[in-house]
């Protein structure tokens, strides 16, 4: 049972124009959700979360926004740039649990 | 800066070896995760731990193993390797009371068993 669904494994996006990634949940109690970033042969690196008492979080170019009753979010990359390309993974918790889940990860590929 | 280092990036063992692998992270987290990384299948939990002496299964415990003995050091172990254990296992921790409690990677450690 695939709790977190990123249904895109891969993405093209032109360099400068925005790139948005996608992630659905089926488990009503999660309350954090995150986003990582991976390139290959290193470990994932953390991106940037929202709590569920929000509905847009923000930083630098990378915005996540959180739709609840759709069980939704999305990761928007705006302006995309080549360093951008790596697999992103989003994740989530509930507000009592340690673990994670993880999506199956989607590869953005940005073209120059 | 958080560091989880792993104590190698490469292994090769063969099928029926005992295989250690080991983590270390050096920022005090309560909580440290083995995962397993395989193409379309995301990360998969192992085992994890919230304290010293203290485990708990993940998704995915069968044929695993974990032991904490101190805060810093998370050891996966592999019973008996068999092939279908080949994969890139990653190390993470984290601190126990942060809002997201995001967790920490380190670079992964690609097993092969032949």
């Known amino acids: 049972d695939q709790q977190v669904k990123q249904n895109s494994p891969s993405l093209s996006v032109q360099e400068g124009r925005i790139s948005i990634l996608n992630c659905d949940y089926t488990?009503?109690?999660?309350?954090?959700f995150l986003w990582y970033k991976k390139y290959p042969a290193e470990g994932p690196t953390f991106l940037i979360s929202?709590?569920?008492?929000?509905d847009k979080n923000e930083d630098g170019r990378f915005t996540v926004f959180l739709n609840k009753s759709a069980k939704h979010l999305s990761l928007h990359i705006v302006p995309s740039q080549p360093g951008d390309s790596a697999v992103y993974f989003c994740?989530?918790?509930?507000?009592?649990?340690?673990?994670?889940?993880f999506g199956t990860g989607t590869r953005l590929t940005i073209i120059p | 800066d958080v560091k989880v280092t792993q104590s190698s990036r490469y292994l090769v063992k063969r099928t029926g070896e005992k295989v250690f692998l080991e983590c270390v992270q050096d920022m005090d987290h309560e909580n440290m995760f083995w995962y397993r990384q395989d193409p379309g299948l995301g990360l998969r939990l192992i085992y994890f731990s919230y304290d010293v002496k203290m485990k708990e299964k993940g998704d995915i415990p069968e044929g695993y193993s974990v032991s904490r003995e101190k805060k810093e050091r998370f050891s996966l172990i592999l019973e008996s390797a068999s092939t279908n254990q080949t994969s890139m296992y990653l190390c993470?921790?984290?601190?126990?009371?942060?809002?997201?409690?995001?967790?920490?990677f380190g670079p992964g450690t690609r097993l092969t068993v032949t």
């Open positions: 929202i709590s569920s008492i929000k």
């Open positions: 994740a989530a918790r509930g507000s009592t649990n340690e673990k994670l889940t």
């Open positions: 488990n009503s109690m999660f309350d954090y």
């Open positions: 993470a921790s984290s601190l126990g009371t942060s809002g997201s409690r995001e967790q920490y």
